[in-house]
């Protein structure tokens, strides 16, 4: 899927873009573009990756392209940081762990929107 070309043709020298490799079990990642050139916009990552300006595809990587950051993307990185900050109450450190009376509010008010979500596992 290439990135729309009105969205390429408006970028400049530190507009932030992700690319199309996030999902919800790692999220995006951000980039800012750090430089450009006639033909190429360069990515502030460790590589420094080059990217096509007539398309947004990233050279050297397989079906990868930059695209804007919305709010379908940011959504998704909410989700991964909020299942991040659940998974990190469980330790076996009892000093770290939340009181039950938290615990117990927390059980409520996941159970209390769960009732609202429908099941999308098949069914037997």
């Not at 990233?58 to 900050?85: C, F, H, M």
């Not at 927390?106 to 099941?119: H, N, R, S, T």
């Amino acid at each position: 899927m290439s990135a729309d070309k009105e969205w390429l043709a408006t970028l400049k020298v530190g507009d932030q873009v992700t690319t199309n490799h996030g999902d919800q079990w790692y999220g995006y990642r951000f980039h800012t573009i750090e430089r450009m050139t006639a033909t190429q916009f360069i990515l502030d990552d460790t590589c420094r990756s080059r990217v096509r300006r007539s398309d947004g595809h990233i050279l050297g990587a397989s079906y990868r392209d930059i695209a804007p950051i919305t709010d379908k993307v940011l959504a998704v990185n909410e989700t991964v940081a909020l299942q991040s900050w659940l998974n990190s109450l469980h330790t076996n450190d009892r000093k770290k762990m939340p009181p039950t009376s938290a615990l117990r509010a927390m059980k409520a008010a996941y159970d209390e929107v769960m009732k609202e979500v429908p099941c999308t596992a098949p069914q037997p």
